[in-house]
């Protein structure tokens, strides 16, 4: 197959019933327009309740690293208007927002004192202490509420990503429903491992280190084609890699995944979020260096409540990061098959040529 004009539909390999389209001879789709583009935010804006110095525009601190003294990270409640038309990740089901009204907790983690700061200027300390906050407000809210069954940590950075603030934060919806993308997820992968003994993500975690992938007819049973499947690596660490998806909705979406088993996000220990805010941080400058105008969401997609063990095997943490570079076609919104006009594979060698500073 030439390699420039690829042209095919991936399937997911964990939720077998999401596939994109690969198609690099569409050429160029419309990009984000001008209110989209990202600008070199300031370090500190005197009216903005986030900004070191402002506390007082906003709730108590829930949470504060370091505890007294200047702060570097806060966690408060999302009390306030600003926030209230924060777009919800789109992969929270109808209805949601009443839910979490009817009962939930709702915080904003404010990253960084440093207004403006993108994630990957700033120092991999303070990365891993902000990993360590997310981590805590999680055990905090499973060990405190038995109504929580989910709590989606996300960020939204820059407008074409939903994001109304411009000061850096992060937030954490500890809900009374699983979303059904994690769902999906969780069953899928359940299936799996019922089926092969093995977590599907620790397959594909072994495949980019080690093995070819090799498709084949499903008729004729005649070969396909050839995978080379640690051309999906972006970004790899001790305890943490970073891939391309073999068939991800954006063209620039990038998980990050711990290389051994780990079903929950709160069993991450001290030295395994030194290697991931590396790790994090790193991709984040490669994203920022290919894309441009980097505008994204993350997400921590991790197993629900802690005491339920049944996705324990077959379930495995991951963070996914979605950079928002395209507005979606009709295609897309009416088939729900995503268009990527980069191959993943071609992507992925992008980020991987990056060279980086540190
Ligand atoms: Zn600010
Ligand atoms: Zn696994
Ligand atoms: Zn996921």
Redesign the pocket.
Known sequence: MDDDNIREIRIDPIVPTQSVLISTSRGKRPQMDEPFLHRDEPDYVQTCPFCLGNEHLTPPSLLQVPESGKWDIRVVENLYPVLDDDRLPVSLPPGMQQAIEGYGHHEVVIDHFNHGIPLQKMDQQHLALLLAVYRDRMDFFYNNDPRVKYILVYKNSGKAAGGSMEHTHSQLIAMPVVPHN?QD?LEWSREFYQKNGECIFCVLCNETSTLKTTLFDKSSGEKRQNYETGKYVVERGKHFVAIKPFASRYEWEVHILPIKHQSSYLKVTAEELDDLSWVLRRTMARLQTVVGNLQYNYFF?STPHVKDKKYAESYHW?I?ICPRTTIPSGFELGSGLFVNTISPEEAAAKLRQVALED
Do not use: A, L, P
């Open positions: 994690i997820e997609h991951h996914e």
